[in-house]
């Protein structure tokens, strides 16, 4: 007699962003395809999140599969020190084509808030290399950048980040832009502005993840951005979330005239595959650490830093976001999301629906908003129930589906989510 997976998981695991003494036991998955995830115990879930906002192109793609499965026989890692290899020239190459013009060089590291730590490093050490006193950062109210010290710092105080709050340096923090906020932010951008010691500026592009799907439009964007350079402030965009299509084009930058200094990338970059993350950044970033002076250098890397394995998962990936299909595909989630939208309009238990390409935020009307409140965990197992992976962020439930999601897959999310508004309009 063999204990599921789920009972052997309660015996050793710890899971993130998870209370273990009151949590349901883990569901055990046992394998992916398409949007499909399956579990031990023969049921199936739509994975509507992505698996955490990773997975762009489906679980196990055979493609990413196959090239990862030849680059494992060639080179599995080698010391990115001194060395290079292979997939590590060819992803740099192809994504710094793709990627806004001005953006010249990528520093690899592991993971999304490496990626932000990594660029906050550069642009404060941009200012420190050349003798310069600006040491200030800005970042959006209600922003998440990552989990690490410098990621958390940047990102909005709250009790996920209040055990460690006297140990989170300074930021400045400006209201999201949202529409009827657009001419006051940018009041409060000036005010800031007008301080000398202002570095660089962080943001998530036209879609704040984690504060719930937060979103405010490319015009507004460019408007502060073009302070930013007024300024001489160094921007920083965080498209960990956004990149590689979620927004409807490939990166939320794409719909910006302003280009940024600093780009962040990870999650969808592997295909979510393997953990990988990207920093890339224009000339002049890159040429301010350039010296016959040693200690002018980046002194930043990670052991893992350019894994030749999530290199290689990157550039399947990136064959993958390159074909005519994969345009399509996000065209057509796009529509199917607005017209479930226009469907959900003016319906009781609705307070506010959001979407920008692929990403669709149905928040729910109730007395009381928090990330604790027992409604996120009833619409999260109504959801499971239904076959349908959904993770609520309080009151506010979103989708944001592999692009290889189909029609008839997302008629059943939407389905759930109607489901979830008649359950909030009966209890409140
Ligand atoms: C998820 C996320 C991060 C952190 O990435 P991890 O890989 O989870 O460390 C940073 N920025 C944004 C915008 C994110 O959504």
């Given at each position: 007699?063999?204990?599921?997976?789920?009972?052997r998981?309660?015996?050793?695991?710890?899971?993130?962003?998870t209370?273990?003494?009151t949590?349901?036991?883990?569901?055990?998955?046992?394998?992916?395809?398409?949007?499909?995830?399956?579990s031990?115990?023969?049921?199936?879930?739509?994975d509507?999140?992505?698996?955490?906002?990773?997975n762009?192109?489906?679980?196990?793609?055979?493609?990413i599969?196959?090239?990862?499965?030849?680059?494992?026989?060639?080179l599995?890692h080698?010391?990115?020190a001194?060395?290079?290899?292979?997939?590590?020239?060819?992803?740099?190459?192809?994504?710094?084509?793709?990627?806004?013009a001005?953006?010249?060089?990528?520093f690899?590291?592991?993971?999304?808030?490496?990626?932000?730590?990594?660029?906050?490093?550069m642009?404060?050490?941009?200012?420190?290399?050349?003798?310069i006193?600006?040491?200030?950062?800005?970042?959006f109210?209600?922003?998440?950048?990552?989990?690490?010290f410098?990621?958390m710092s940047?990102?909005?105080r709250?009790?996920?980040?209040?055990?460690f709050?006297?140990?989170?340096?300074?930021?400045?923090?400006?209201p999201?832009?949202v529409?009827?906020?657009?001419?006051a932010?940018?009041?409060q951008?000036?005010?800031?502005l007008?301080?000398?010691?202002i570095?660089?500026?962080?943001?998530?592009p036209?879609?704040?993840?984690?504060?719930?799907?937060?979103?405010?439009?490319?015009?507004?964007?460019?408007k502060?951005?073009?302070?930013?350079?007024?300024?001489?402030?160094?921007?920083?965009?965080?498209?960990?979330?956004?990149?590689?299509?979620r927004?409807?084009?490939r990166?939320?930058?794409?719909?910006?005239?302003?280009?940024?200094d600093?780009?962040?990338?990870?999650?969808?970059i592997?295909?979510?595959?393997?953990?990988?993350?990207?920093?890339t950044?224009?000339?002049?970033i890159?040429?301010?650490?350039l010296?016959?002076d040693?200690?002018?250098?980046?002194?930043?890397?990670?052991?893992?830093?350019a894994n030749?394995i999530?290199?290689?998962?990157?550039?399947?990936?990136?064959d993958?976001?390159e074909?005519?299909?994969f345009?399509?595909?996000?065209?057509c989630?796009?529509?199917?999301h607005?017209?479930?939208?226009?469907?959900?309009?003016?319906?009781?238990g609705?307070?506010?629906?959001?979407?920008t390409?692929t990403?669709?935020a149905?928040e729910f009307?109730?007395?009381?908003?928090s990330?604790?409140?027992t409604?996120?965990?009833d619409?999260?197992?109504?959801?499971l129930?239904?076959?349908?992976?959904?993770?609520?962020l309080?009151?506010?439930?979103?989708?944001?589906?592999?692009?290889?999601i189909?029609s008839?897959?997302?008629n059943?999310?939407?389905?759930?989510?109607?489901?979830?508004?008649?359950?909030?309009?009966?209890?409140?």
């Amino acid at each position: 007699m063999h204990n599921s997976l789920s009972e052997r998981d309660q015996q050793v695991n710890w899971h993130p962003y998870t209370q273990m003494q009151t949590a349901p036991p883990p569901i055990g998955i046992v394998r992916g395809e398409g949007a499909v995830l399956y579990s031990e115990d023969g049921k199936e879930y739509i994975d509507a999140v992505s698996s955490w906002w990773v997975n762009i192109h489906g679980h196990a793609h055979p493609h990413i599969a196959e090239r990862v499965s030849q680059q494992l026989h060639t080179l599995e890692h080698v010391i990115f020190a001194g060395f290079t290899h292979a997939p590590a020239v060819e992803l740099s190459e192809r994504l710094l084509k793709l990627l806004p013009a001005n953006q010249s060089r990528v520093f690899y590291t592991d993971n999304g808030s490496t990626a932000v730590e990594v660029a906050l490093k550069m642009a404060l050490q941009f200012w420190f290399n050349q003798g310069i006193n600006k040491t200030k950062i800005i970042a959006f109210e209600g922003s998440y950048h990552g989990d690490t010290f410098g990621a958390m710092s940047v990102s909005e105080r709250s009790v996920f980040t209040r055990p460690f709050q006297q140990y989170l340096f300074d930021v400045a923090f400006l209201p999201v832009p949202v529409p009827d906020q657009e001419e006051a932010v940018l009041a409060q951008l000036e005010k800031l502005l007008a301080q000398e010691d202002i570095a660089a500026f962080v943001f998530e592009p036209l879609v704040l993840g984690t504060a719930g799907m937060v979103m405010y439009s490319p015009e507004i964007m460019d408007k502060l951005l073009a302070l930013c350079r007024e300024r001489n402030v160094v921007i920083i965009a965080d498209e960990v979330m956004t990149g590689f299509g979620r927004t409807g084009k490939r990166f939320a930058c794409d719909y910006l005239n302003q280009e940024p200094d600093l780009m962040c990338f990870s999650k969808g970059i592997t295909g979510g595959t393997m953990a990988l993350g990207v920093t890339t950044c224009s000339h002049q970033i890159y040429a301010s650490f350039l010296s016959e002076d040693k200690t002018k250098a980046l002194f930043h890397g990670h052991s893992y830093t350019a894994n030749p394995i999530a290199c290689a998962a990157a550039l399947a990936s990136l064959d993958l976001v390159e074909a005519a299909e994969f345009q399509e595909n996000l065209t057509c989630i796009s529509s199917s999301h607005s017209a479930f939208v226009k469907s959900l309009v003016g319906k009781p238990g609705i307070k506010e629906i959001r979407q920008t390409g692929t990403i669709l935020a149905v928040e729910f009307e109730v007395d009381q908003t928090s990330y604790f409140h027992t409604l996120r965990d009833d619409l999260y197992n109504l959801a499971l129930d239904n076959g349908v992976l959904l993770r609520p962020l309080g009151n506010i439930v979103y989708v944001l589906p592999p692009y290889c999601i189909t029609s008839a897959q997302l008629n059943q999310v939407y389905g759930v989510i109607e489901k979830m508004r008649l359950f909030v309009a009966e209890s409140f």
